[in-house]
C-alpha cells in the first residue's frame, strides 16, 4: 500500500492570525491532495524564540491541554488526518520541553515525544529553555502508520534513529528548525545544508525505514540584536527506505508538498540489506559511554 | 596541518605477480605525490573469493606473520608510508578472519582490526569464510594518525563509527568490496551507490571525523556459475569532517588518488556543531538489544 505522506513548509508570520490561517490552508491542502499525514516544522505556531535568551517566551509556554494543541487537534479532526509538529509544552512551573505532539485523524492526541537532545549555539539557545526530555525514543502508533517522531537536533544523532527503528518504527519524521546565518558565505550554505539532507538520508539508509523532514522556512531576526538572524533554509523532503528522495529537497518556498511512502519498501530493503540481522549488540557497550579514555584507547596487539 | 592520504583501486588481476607489481607501483605513486597513508581495498592481494562457498580459498589464508603482511610490511619500509587492507587471515585451523592489518612506515605491524560486521546475502557468503571479529573497535595509533580502520559491511554500521570516534579515532577507513549484479538496471546501481556514498558521508557528518573509502574496482565473476559475478564499482572517496568531499568518487578507473586532510578541521567541526556533547547515553541502553519486542513498543501517554 502506498501512503500519501505532506510537507508543510510555510514561512512564519508574526502577525498570528495570518499565521494560522496560512497553516491550516497548508493542512487543508495536504487533505485534499490526499495525504493522511502532515508534518509541520518544530514549534510551528511560534517565533524560533532561541535566538537569544530571554525569559518572555516563557509566557508562551503551554500544557498539552492549551490552545495549540487543541487548534492542532480541531485541524486534525476537521481534514480527517494525522499532524505532527512541536510545541512549547509547559509541564509545571520552570519546567519547559519542545514536545512533538501527534494528533490522530479523529483529533486525539496519540503521542508524545519531548526532544531528547538540545542544542545550544549562537542563534540556538536551546539549553536555556528546554529540559531534555524524558520519554525516550518511543514510536507512536496512529492510523498513517507507526511514527518515530524526532526533532531537529535529534537528526544529527544516528543513537536516536536507531532506537526508534528498532522500537518498530515505520516512517522517523523530523519537524526541525535550521538556518543560515545571513551572513555566511555560499560555500558554507551550501555544506551546511548538504550535510543535513545527508545524514537524515543515512538514517533512512541505516535503518532502511524511509524519513520526513519538515524545516521552517524564511528569515526571523534575532530580538537581541546580537546576530543577524536566521535564514531558515526549508529543503524538507521525504526518503525512502534506501535514501533515495521520493520528494526532491527544494530550494523555492512551498505551502504543501506530498509524496508517497510505499509500504512493502522497508522490508524489501531490509531483506535485501539486512542490516539489523548483523549488529554486534555484544560490542557497542562503549556507545553508553562520553567517551573512551585516552589511556583505555591503547590497542593491545 | 594537512596530512596527505591516498586511495588506490587498481583492479584484481588473476596474475599473481602482475597484480602485486600494479599494486606496488600504486603505493610508489602515493608516497611520490606526498601520501603519508595509503589505502587499499579490501583483500587487496586476493581475488573476491566469497561470491560462492568453497573449500578452496581457506588454502589461501595466512596467518599475521605469513608473505601478504610480509609484503606490506616491505612496501611500508621501502617507500616510507602506513599502508592499510585486510588478508584472509588464519588464526588456527577452522578459525578465520577478514582482517585489517595496519602498516607503520618502518615496515612494523602497528595494528590489527578484525571485521566485526559479516555479511551474507547472494554474492557476499562471507559468513561462511569469517568469523566475526572479536577485537572490538579500537584505532590504531600511526604516524599519519590514530586510524578508525573499519571493513566493508562495517560502513553500514552507524555504531561503528561512532565507537571508534568515541575511542579516539582521527580518521575513520574503510577497504571495502562492493559492486554492483552487472544484470542490475542503471536507477537500481544509481540507488545503491548513492546509498553507499551517502551512508559513509553520514559516519563523516556524525562523528566529525573525516571518512576514506576504497573499494574493488572491475568485474570478477563467479566460479560457481550461479550468478553473473560482481562489477566493483570503485568510487572511492575521501570526505573531510563535515561530509564534503576532499577527493570525489570518480566512475573512471583510477590506481592512485590523493587528498589533503586538514589535522585541525575535526576540532573545529566538531566544536561549530558539538553532537558529541549532547549525546543522551542515560537513554540509549536499548542500542544492546536486537529490537524492542511489539508489547515493549506501546507508548504510556
Request: proline share 8%.
Amino acid at each position: 500500500m502506498k501512503r500519501r505522506v505532506a510537507i508543510i513548509e510555510t514561512a512564519f508570520n508574526p502577525d498570528p492570525e495570518r499565521h494560522f490561517r496560512a497553516l491550516e490552508a497548508a493542512v487543508r491542502e495536504a487533505r485534499s491532495d490526499g495525504a493522511t499525514l502532515a508534518l509541520l516544522p518544530e514549534l510551528a505556531f511560534l517565533p524560533y524564540f532561541c535566538q537569544h535568551t530571554s525569559r518572555e517566551p516563557f509566557g508562551w509556554a503551554e500544557p498539552l491541554d492549551g490552545p495549540s494543541v487543541a487548534r492542532l487537534s480541531d485541524w486534525a479532526r476537521t481534514y480527517g488526518l494525522v499532524i505532527v509538529t512541536t510545541i512549547f509544552e509547559r509541564r509545571t512551573a520552570g519546567l519547559y520541553h519542545n514536545t512533538a505532539v501527534v494528533l490522530e485523524a479523529d483529533g486525539s492526541l496519540a503521542g508524545l515525544y519531548r526532544k531528547m537532545h538540545i542544542p545550544d549555539d549562537p542563534g540556538y539557545c536551546e539549553k536555556y529553555y528546554f529540559t531534555p526530555g524524558d520519554l525516550g525514543f518511543v514510536p507512536i502508533e496512529t492510523s498513517a502508520g507507526r511514527l518515530g517522531v524526532l526533532v531537529c537536533w535529534d537528526q544529527w544523532f544516528p543513537e536516536a534513529a536507531r532506537l526508534m527503528a528498532l522500537a518498530g518504527a515505520e516512517l522517523l519524521l523530523y519537524p526541525t528548525a535550521i538556518g543560515w546565518n545571513p551572513e555566511d558565505a555560499p560555500s558554507t550554505r551550501n555544506q551546511e545544508l548538504e550535510a543535513w539532507l545527508t545524514i537524515q538520508r543515512a538514517h533512512a539508509i541505516a535503518n532502511g525505514c524511509p524519513v520526513l523532514s519538515a524545516n521552517r522556512r524564511g528569515r526571523e531576526s534575532d530580538p537581541s540584536g546580537h546576530t543577524p538572524g536566521i535564514e531558515f533554509w526549508g529543503h524538507g523532503f521525504v526518503a525512502g527506505a534506501m535514501g533515495e528522495y521520493l520528494l526532491e529537497p527544494r530550494s523555492t518556498p512551498f505551502e504543501t508538498a506530498c509524496a508517497d511512502v510505499d509500504d512493502l519498501e522497508m522490508e524489501r530493503t531490509r531483506q535485501a540489506w539486512p542490516f539489523l540481522r548483523d549488529r554486534r549488540i555484544d560490542a557497542y557497550a562503549n556507545l553508553l559511554t562520553r567517551a573512551l579514555d585516552p589511556e583505555a584507547q591503547a590497542p593491545e596487539t
